[in-house]
Nanobody
């Protein structure tokens, strides 16, 4: 049974930091590229960051322009976990953040809420 379980969301003030985690199970995590998406309230889902497999690829990363220089995606294959370190958070980063496994079928987590507000 495939599972992606996100955690680490919450309420943070502008300029603050959060680290999101996504623990995967039920598929060969280390060979799958992984992404974080977000869905702001009333808006469409958007791609935030992607990290490729370190086994089948280079472990390279890519980011949406809106988060470059502030967010960092990483993975720990031993823990079947992908992370999203978010620094210098802005109110416009408020969204539900979702983990996505980029295999042929595509798997989504349930999401974790991030709210940036003073």
């Amino acid at each position: 049974q495939v599972q992606l379980v996100e955690s680490g969301g919450g309420l943070v003030q502008p300029g603050g930091s959060l680290r999101l985690s996504c623990v995967a199970s039920g598929f060969p995590f280390k060979i799958i590229d992984m992404s974080w998406y977000r869905q702001p309230p009333g808006k469409e889902r958007e791609l935030v960051a992607t990290i490729t497999s370190t086994i089948t690829s280079t472990g390279g990363t890519s980011y949406a322009d809106s988060v470059k220089g502030r967010f960092t995606i990483s993975r720990d294959n031993a823990k079947n976990t992908v992370y999203l370190q978010m620094n210098s958070l802005k109110p416009e980063d408020t969204a539900v953040y979702l983990c996505f496994a980029r295999n042929r079928r595509g798997y989504w987590g349930q999401g974790t809420q991030v709210t940036v507000s003073s």
